[in-house]
Structure formats: structure tokens, C-alpha cells
């Protein structure tokens, strides 16, 4: 299996890190305003969200699809990625179209089949914004998750839950479930971007560049795919052989 060196692109701060992951969406656009975004949601793509809104991005021909959302969750949930995401993006921007998983779908099985086949239709994801948790989780795969992995419900590992237990009142309230992209349908986006920010990522970077290519740290399922770029600030990139 042919493996890839991510491009990695090192920012003197969050700030800095949000402004250039910028850039390359408002690229992509101005490439192609027709373009289909996947996107994320947690803590780290706020900024970019806030940048993109700041430069009035043009979403009017762009179809987004967002990488998970909570189970079960209602969208009308406060801390529903559904809610996340109109608060950050829709509310300001609107795109020709928007898709997220129904968190409270009655059918699941259905429910992410639909999912994956809207994406086929749109034409595939042309850029995909990613995360990494502690563990090296991207989306909510998991630890252990195969690279062959589709659009499904998974359940939470508890560092996940601890680290997502800061949105919520308190621990006991968050979802232990989600329904997420699979790695194989991320690894199929033309493009790929990862964000990363702070000491607490540091280690999973340091796993996608130099660590094997291993289910049980799913960052590096990233490794197979040729068009990566990792935008980190320097916390994150301290464990980096960089300049």
C-alpha cells in the first residue's frame, strides 16, 4: 500500500493557523464555486468558520456536508452539530445546499446509506476539513476502526466523551453515539485539510508523520491518501522535526 507524506504547513498560533486554512477553502472556491465541502465541527474549525464569515465566502453554489453529528441527538439540540453549525456558518452564510446526519433517525441503517449516497451524488467531496482528537480519532472513527469503514453509528470512546464533555453541562449529558463519515468515505475527498491546535494534539501528529500506518490510530489512515495538506500551530507541531 503506497503511502504519502502529508504537506504541513506550521502557524505561530491559532489565529494564524485559522486565517491560512482560510485561504485555501477561499482557493478551492475561487477554483471552483461549485465545490462540495466537507466540513467539521468541535472546537478547532471555529476560527476558519469565523474568518470564512469575516470574508463574506461565497457558499451560494457550494453543497456542504458535514462530517458527524451526535446519537440520539435532536437538531434542535443546543449542542447538536446541527445547531454548531448554523450558529458558526449557516446563519451567515448559505450555501446552495447542507447535509448532516439526523441524529434521532428512526432507521440509522437508512439514515447513513441515504448519507453516503448524497455524497456520491453531489459528485464526491472536493475538500474535507478534518480534526484529530487526542487518541488520533478523525470524525468520530474511533480507535480500532477499519480503513474500509462507511457512513455509520459508532459509540464513543470515554476520552472522546471526557474531551466533548466541555459543550455540555456536565459529563453525564453527553451522547455516548454518533453517526460519522467512515474513513473510507473521507480518504475518497479530492483534497483533505487537518487542523490542529495545541499540546493536547501534539501526539497524534507526531503519529500521522512518523508512526505506522494503523487502524488503531486512525489519523494515519491519512497517510494512503495524496493530497493532505496539516495546518497546525506550534503546540501542536512540537513533536515535529520542524524548523
Not at 21 to 26: E, H, L, Q, R, S
Not at 77 to 84: D, K, L, R
Request: some cysteine; hydrophobic content about 40%.
Amino acid at each position: 500500500m503506497a503511502t504519502h507524506t502529508p504537506n504541513l504547513i506550521v502557524t505561530e498560533d491559532y489565529a494564524a493557523m485559522s486565517r491560512i486554512a482560510c485561504d485555501i477553502v477561499m482557493g478551492q472556491l475561487a477554483q471552483r464555486p461549485d465545490s462540495v465541502l466537507g466540513l467539521a465541527t468541535g472546537g478547532t474549525p471555529v476560527g476558519l468558520y469565523a474568518q470564512l464569515c469575516d470574508r463574506h465566502a461565497d457558499l451560494s453554489r457550494t453543497a456542504v456536508f458535514n462530517l458527524d453529528e451526535y446519537y440520539p441527538l435532536s437538531r434542535q439540540h443546543p449542542q447538536s452539530f446541527y445547531q454548531f453549525m448554523k450558529q458558526h456558518v449557516y446563519d451567515s452564510l448559505k450555501p446552495l445546499s447542507w447535509d448532516i446526519p439526523d441524529g434521532e433517525a428512526d432507521d440509522i441503517i437508512r439514515e447513513c446509506a441515504r448519507y453516503e449516497t448524497a455524497i456520491r451524488e453531489s459528485g464526491g467531496l472536493d475538500l474535507q476539513v478534518l480534526g484529530v482528537g487526542r487518541n488520533g480519532h478523525i470524525g468520530f472513527n474511533e480507535p480500532g476502526t477499519s480503513f474500509a469503514s462507511r457512513t455509520r453509528l459508532v459509540s464513543l470512546k470515554q476520552e472522546t466523551v471526557e474531551d466533548n464533555a466541555r459543550f455540555f453541562e456536565n459529563a453525564s449529558l453527553v451522547p455516548l453515539q454518533a453517526v460519522t463519515m467512515g474513513i473510507a468515505t473521507i480518504l475518497e475527498a479530492k483534497s483533505i485539510m487537518l487542523l490542529a491546535s495545541g499540546s493536547a494534539k501534539a501526539e497524534a501528529l507526531r503519529q500521522l508523520f512518523y508512526g505506522r500506518v494503523s487502524t488503531e490510530v486512525p489519523v494515519t489512515a491519512l497517510r494512503l491518501h495524496p493530497n493532505v495538506h496539516v495546518i497546525a500551530d506550534r503546540q501542536a507541531a512540537a513533536l515535529l522535526s520542524v524548523k
